[in-house]
């Protein structure tokens, strides 16, 4: 089982709702993506 997949339109969206500018929000959501992808989840990380 994956980790829950990241919505990074709505993220930026969100973002430069809440006051970033686009720029700024996108290289947050950036930052946030390639990190999401390294998050342990009880599935993978379970002993076997």
């Not at 990074?8 to 700024?24: M, P």
Request: glycine fraction near 4%; charge should be neutral; hydrophobic fraction near 40%.
């Amino acid at each position: 089982m994956s980790a829950a997949p990241f919505d990074s339109h709505a993220a930026v969206k969100r973002l430069t709702a809440s006051g970033f500018d686009e720029r700024q929000a996108e290289a947050l959501v950036e930052t946030l993506a390639s990190r999401h992808g390294d998050l342990v989840t009880k599935a993978t990380c379970a002993p076997r």
